[in-house]
């Protein structure tokens, strides 16, 4: 069974700082996504990025990006120049591609500060 | 428009109550989703509807009652909850089922159980 893991249950970055946010999973297939969902306060869970696992080039939206390391299963997701409003829930996400039972599995999250 | 929307924001009732949660989109997804999101947890999963049919039911007791009247359109029906239902509930959407589209999530209906 595939499975995701963030060990950071809570991290906290200075406001136009960079911080990472680490994430781990599982799984034998070879074609697969991955997703980071932000949730802030407000609850509406907000895909950040995506990557599919077939691409080696790291996926970059803007001030985040990721680094994906398919041999090491490892998935993590850099915020560049931090600003107040990136401060939510963030939680690192897995699909396998293609079957019809194929589920968004989500990790257990990281609840970020960013101070001022 | 690429929302998804959700009825109501919050919910309070009775354990003998019966309500109903409305999910809304417009983008034609042809998957939609129920999740129950505990305080600080992340989201599990509930219901999958595939073209307006149920493909997945993660195991839900019967107080739980999906249904999908359209493809625009995903209720979740409450009877006889459990103040230990009480939680956010998420609805999403995806283009499809079986690919690796991300899903669409709504603001949440808070559900209060009293």
């Known amino acids: 069974a595939q499975t995701v893991t963030q060990s950071q249950p809570e991290m906290s970055v200075q406001e136009a700082e960079t911080v990472t946010l680490s994430c781990t999973y599982d799984t034998s297939e070879s074609d697969y996504y991955l997703f980071w969902y932000k949730q802030p306060p407000s609850r509406q869970m907000i895909l950040v990025i995506r990557q599919e696992a077939y691409k080696q080039q790291n996926a970059t939206e803007n001030r985040f990006s990721v680094n994906f390391q398919k041999a090491a299963k490892s998935f993590s997701l850099k915020i560049s120049d931090s600003q107040l409003g990136d401060a939510a829930m963030y939680f690192c996400a897995y699909r396998k591609y293609g079957g019809a039972t194929n589920k968004l599995i989500f990790g257990t999250g990281t609840l970020l500060a960013v101070q001022p | 428009d690429t929302e998804v929307t959700q009825t109501p924001k919050h919910l309070v009732m009775g354990m003998t109550n019966k309500k109903s949660l409305k999910c809304e989109q417009h983008?034609?997804?042809?998957?939609m989703y129920w999740y129950k999101q505990k305080a600080k947890k992340p989201p599990e999963l509930m219901f999958v509807y595939s073209y307006e049919k149920l493909s997945i039911n993660e195991s839900v007791p019967s107080r739980f009652s999906p249904e999908c009247p359209n493809s625009s359109l995903l209720n979740l029906h409450l009877h006889a909850l459990q103040p230990e239902d009480s939680a956010l509930y998420l609805c999403?959407?995806?283009?499809?089922f079986g690919g690796g589209t991300e899903a669409f999530f709504g603001q949440g209906t808070r559900l209060t159980v009293v």
């Open positions: 999403a959407s995806s283009p499809e």
């Open positions: 983008m034609g997804h042809r998957a």
